[in-house]
């Protein structure tokens, strides 16, 4: 027993080998997209003035959340800028977004699906398992191997670590929609793709927003992950900093990654419910288009028992006749 090795590594290794030497095209094309998307984003981001940028998240903020927020934003920011990181945190942001998008575009279709297939979900669960409990840095190994140094390899490991919890949660929250709201639905003859429009995805948003929210904070905690393998951002300016022992580098460039994480979990934490932020803008929108909508219905029970009196005193008044 002391020789016997059971070689999955090298079965990989050699998996590995085979994607290249197969999928070449695949793999090139998929390259040319991510870094096509990655750039275009964050040159859209930095086309703009760095103070339109700031007004618009603090506006978004504003929307959804408070205007507590708003002004933590604004500040957030600034700081970015005053400790001259806007480029790489423009950049960092371009990825995490990107990555986010691919994740949830491959996440909330199998997690629905999952939510409608026992199967499915029994089969996909060890695989999202091993997805969320590998060592992240494992992934770059083979993501450099066939994409090379830079943007696409850190997108790739990104999208890998971070996509389980999309799964998970857009499966709890489909299965957690309450059975005899559906089966009401199914009473009156609606259709599968109706039932999940209409009823399950609504009823389930607040627990697929929790999904969206862990998928980015687990995008942006690959960031570093990703600036070692090459993709620009602040991330590799904290691998530079590890690198030299520069600390007074490691920590701006560190601050910068939690400052937008802050923004990110707090807007999309609130982007599930935001009529229910007292303080958000839709919130207090909300509060008066209810507010209007109970005086008009008050009115109207107000002129109906009018309406209802006065036909009484006609009543009355010809049986006196």
Do not use: C
């Not at 690959?222 to 900093?241: H, N, P, R, S």
């Amino acid at each position: 027993m002391d020789g016997f090795r059971i070689p999955i590594g090298d079965w990989v290794d050699a998996g590995v080998d085979w994607i290249q030497a197969n999928l070449g095209g695949v793999l090139d094309a998929i390259s040319v997209i991510v870094t096509f998307l990655v750039d275009g984003l964050t040159a859209m981001l930095l086309s703009v003035q760095f103070p339109v940028i700031i007004i618009i998240a603090a506006l978004l903020a504003w929307l959804v959340r408070s205007w507590k927020l708003a002004i933590g934003t604004a500040l957030s920011f600034l700081l970015i800028v005053g400790m001259n990181l806007w480029v790489p945190a423009m950049q960092t942001l371009a990825l995490v977004l990107m990555a986010t998008i691919v994740a949830l575009v491959i996440a909330i279709p199998l997690g629905i699906w999952s939510a409608r297939s026992a199967t499915v979900g029994a089969v996909l669960k060890p695989i999202l398992d091993f997805m969320q409990t590998m060592p992240a840095f494992v992934y770059l190994i083979p993501a450099i191997v066939f994409f090379g140094i830079g943007v696409v390899p850190g997108l790739v490991a990104t999208v890998i670590f971070a996509l389980p919890p999309g799964v998970r949660l857009t499966e709890l929250g489909i299965r957690g929609v309450d059975s005899e709201t559906v089966e009401a639905g199914q009473a009156f003859g609606a259709k599968s793709g109706q039932i999940l429009g209409g009823i399950q995805l609504p009823l389930a948003m607040p627990t697929i927003m929790a999904g969206v929210n862990q998928v980015i904070m687990l995008a942006l905690s690959m960031a570093v992950i990703a600036g070692m393998a090459g993709a620009d951002g602040l991330g590799k300016l904290v691998v530079e900093a590890i690198s030299t022992i520069n600390i007074p580098k490691g920590v701006e460039a560190g601050l910068g990654v939690v400052l937008i994480a802050v923004f990110l979990d707090r807007v999309t934490a609130a982007l599930g419910t935001p009529a229910e932020n007292k303080d958000s803008l839709l919130g207090v929108l909300s509060k008066r288009r209810t507010q209007r909508r109970r005086a008009a219905a008050d009115a109207a029970a107000e002129a109906a028992r009018i309406h209802e009196e006065t036909e009484r005193e006609k009543v009355r008044r010809t049986s006196t006749v």
